[in-house]
């Protein structure tokens, strides 16, 4: 018993530091979940949260089975006079409300929410399938009805006996202060009728999430279909493709962890498809060196890679048959080149963004082009998880919000987060006023471009296409 109690005890501060923590989360993120942008900061937090969650809840679950369905059925007038039972059974009960209240107070606010309900329930593996198995924990008419009784007995005979150890008069104590128990104890009887039987607002979206998830499943089949198709058209191979090799890893010494590119392919029909100049962004990740000099070449993120690395590939990309990581000659399949660079930050930064990039490797792409999800990744969306604290803009997309990458290259326009540090149009390398370059492609300004670089001839218009 004394060990059961330690563990309570330490079982419940953890839950008291949660829910708090859950709050005051709720809280900072509140208007990006009602009508603005959840950023990927956001969505790591609220996946910690409830990863979480699904600790505390197994804990709690672990130590409520480990007395037995006994303790819940000895709860009555027989332990009057059994010190130890009854306190075995005050702490089954003690242990069920925190469990109760984890989810009431630290989870149901967050399912009132659609968008964090989606997140929480369908888009982090970690957790996918924990949360639905707590919401049919609460649902669950038998386990109600067991607590209710519980709490029940604890109100007429429970908290009555004289003979109480200091144990036994701390789970009282707890037992009374737990919100579940005034829950249960205020209007008993038209609780068990209405809110405490039907489940309210958690019984109704229990369904609805699931027909919602069916149309958006739909929805991301649709597009992937489509670019799929759209995907395989192309009419030439891209300028950059025919550098010579020295040409090639000059652009490559160049280049350094966590560097931006973005690229422009004007031969494909998904270019069309895409707003702005910009279409697809990656992410370079560093040479074996690199990596090994950051301390993350051992890292179980990095180590599956090795022997991809090794071979060349340094450049992590979301492509239509998922993220991967690939060679910086494959990624060359292009026109125009954009590196943008962050302002110096400390290594521990560096790393940890590397390992982000690497976290996405093998997830699926995001059809949906959705950047508020996890589970599948569109290419700008890269940008958005690799640094979490840019306040990246973002626009709607099929009712989603998602990132383009002309918006991810926004940030390395003059006084941004970024710097652009090579830009390489129609087949050739731009080599001056690298920030005015950047301003008039984005705002596909030929003529501008031409006052800051008169006389330009691109791969396109000198006659070399081969």
């Given at each position: ?50 990863e ?21 059925e ?114 008993l ?6 809110d ?27 597009s ?58 990656a992410?370079?990740?560093?040479t ?43 990624f060359?399949?292009?026109?125009d080149?954009?590196?943008m660079?962050?302002a ?10 590397v390992?982000?990039?690497f ?48 918006q ?6 003059a ?28 705002r ?16 396109s ?6």
């Amino acid at each position: 018993m004394s060990e059961d109690m330690s563990q309570l005890k330490k079982l419940s501060e953890r839950s008291a530091r949660w829910r708090e923590g859950s709050r005051k989360l709720r809280d900072e993120v509140g208007s990006r979940l009602t009508g603005g942008v959840l950023t990927s900061a956001d969505m790591l937090r609220l996946y910690g949260y409830a990863e979480a969650y699904v600790r505390q809840r197994r804990r709690w679950q672990a130590l409520i089975d480990c007395q037995g369905d006994e303790a819940w059925e000895r709860m009555g007038p027989s332990l009057a006079h059994k010190p130890l039972d009854r306190a075995q059974a005050k702490l089954v009960l003690l242990a069920a409300l925190s469990q109760h209240d984890d989810y009431v107070q630290g989870v149901h606010p967050w399912f009132t929410q659609t968008k964090a309900r989606r997140l929480l329930k369908t888009d982090h593996p970690e957790v996918e399938g924990e949360l639905d198995s707590a919401v049919r924990h609460y649902l669950n008419p038998l386990n109600r009805q067991r607590l209710a009784r519980a709490v029940v007995w604890h109100r007429a005979e429970g908290a009555m006996a004289a003979d109480r150890s200091a144990d036994e008069a701390f789970l009282d104590e707890m037992i009374v202060r737990s919100p579940g128990y005034a829950f249960f104890t205020k209007n008993l009887a038209r609780r068990v009728l209405e809110d405490w039987r039907t489940g309210g607002h958690a019984a109704v979206t229990f369904v609805t999430d699931h027909l919602v998830n069916f149309g958006g499943s739909a929805e991301s089949t649709a597009s992937l279909v489509v670019g799929n198709t759209v995907g395989l058209v192309a009419t030439r191979k891209g300028w950059l493709q025919s550098l010579s090799l020295t040409e090639r890893s000059r652009i490559e010494r160049g280049l350094r962890p966590l560097d931006v590119l973005l690229e422009k392919t004007p031969f494909r029909l998904t270019d069309k498809t895409i707003p702005g100049h910009y279409g697809h962004v990656a992410v370079w990740v560093g040479t074996e060196t690199e990596l090994k000099r950051l301390g993350v070449w051992e890292d179980p993120l990095v180590r599956p890679y090795h022997e991809r690395i090794r071979a060349g590939a340094s450049v992590v990309e979301a492509l239509r048959p998922g993220v991967e990581i690939n060679t910086f000659e494959q990624f060359l399949n292009i026109d125009d080149l954009l590196v943008m660079r962050p302002a110096p930050m400390p290594e521990s930064a560096v790393r940890d963004g590397v390992l982000r990039a690497f976290a996405q490797l093998g997830k699926d792409y995001d059809f949906a082009f959705n950047v508020e999800s996890d589970r599948r990744i569109v290419c700008s969306e890269l940008a958005f998880v690799v640094y979490p604290a840019v306040a990246w803009p973002t626009s709607e997309v099929m009712g989603r919000r998602s990132i383009t990458p002309d918006q991810v290259a926004l940030k390395a326009r003059a006084g941004g987060p970024f710097s652009p540090v090579m830009i390489w149009h129609d087949g050739v390398e731009v080599r001056e006023r690298l920030p005015e370059t950047l301003e008039a492609l984005l705002r596909e300004d030929r003529a501008g471009f031409l006052r800051i670089h008169p006389g330009f001839v691109g791969r396109s218009e000198d006659g070399k296409s081969k």
